[in-house]
């Protein structure tokens, strides 16, 4: 006997946010409607808790931490946070033995580029990057085809960003510095050499020569993230994107607070159609 057509399609949604992005703590949340995963958690736990309530987001959802790269700024929080809530921590080897962390071992999970670990029905894939790290890595999360990836702490954009970003939906992706403000700025010279080096971070330009040359063509939505508060402002970043974003929304992500939580439909409905723009939501969503 032939199935009932079912009267609706089943969808899902994602649902994503950027907790805080720059130099001063950078933790992305990407979840579905019964699980989430930290990209980073480089602000304190008491603080994460905070932002992920007024977001109305669940902290029970939150089922791993990804980790990145060792710098303070990805890893302050994740001591606590993975103790408190019992997090199971997937980190590089090299990564771990290069930081301070103590996470009990039993949370310690590894990981390795291009080998997809799944969390739920949210599938993690870690690519290298360059970076001043000692094993950077970054991260796309897919879920029903749709794919969410975290660009942020790029020196240069290699081949791996370069075509990791082109497979992505939505995105955040770094726009450190305006080229100028940084070389009249008031950094000294080793730092700016630092900064604009290939194992440093991305300007403004070369995130928007990333997104002009490779984006996907149903990029819906662009998270510019990590921007620096001395060598960057949000206007300018955004005024720069503005003219060429065409049918992608351009947002920043704060240094400040966490961003509204943006929906995006995933599973039939959208597999069949064009990813829907990402809507925005604000109110409590569970
Ligand atoms: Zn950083
Ligand atoms: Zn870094």
Redesign the pocket.
């Known amino acids: 006997m032939p199935h009932p057509i079912p009267l609706f399609l089943p969808f899902m949604s994602l649902f994503i946010t950027s907790l805080n992005s720059g130099?001063n703590g950078?933790c992305y949340y990407i979840g579905n409607d019964t699980e989430a995963v930290l990209v980073d958690a480089?602000i304190s736990c008491r603080e994460t808790e905070k932002r992920m309530k007024r977001l109305g987001l669940d902290m029970s959802k939150i089922k791993a931490v990804f980790i990145s790269h060792e710098?303070g700024?990805?890893i302050s929080g994740v001591e606590t946070l993975a103790n408190k809530y019992r997090l199971p921590v997937y980190i590089t080897a090299a990564t771990l033995a290069n930081s301070r962390l103590r996470i009990n071992t039993q949370l310690v999970r590894g990981f390795a580029a291009y080998e997809p670990v799944s969390i739920g029905d949210l599938s993690v894939l870690a690519f290298p990057k360059l970076h001043d790290a000692i094993d950077p890595h970054s991260f796309v999360i897919s879920h029903k085809g749709v794919n969410v990836g975290v660009f942020?702490?790029i020196g240069s954009p290699c081949k791996h960003v370069i075509e990791n970003f082109g497979k992505c939906h939505i995105a955040f992706l770094e726009a450190n510095y305006d080229e100028y403000m940084l070389e009249n700025g008031r950094y000294p010279i080793h730092l700016k050499r630092r900064i604009s080096g290939d194992k440093g971070h991305l300007s403004n330009n070369q995130a928007l020569e990333l997104f002009i040359k490779h984006k996907h063509p149903e990029l819906s939505l662009l998270y510019l993230s990590?921007l620096s508060k001395d060598n960057n402002s949000p206007h300018l970043a955004l005024d720069l994107f503005a003219s060429f974003a065409e049918d992608t929304d351009i947002a920043v992500a704060s240094r400040y607070k966490e961003t509204p939580v943006s929906r995006v439909p995933t599973g039939i409905a959208a597999t069949n159609t064009d990813i829907s723009p990402a809507e925005t939501v604000q109110m409590s969503l569970f």
């Open positions: 130099s950078n480089g710098h700024d990805h942020t702490d990590h």
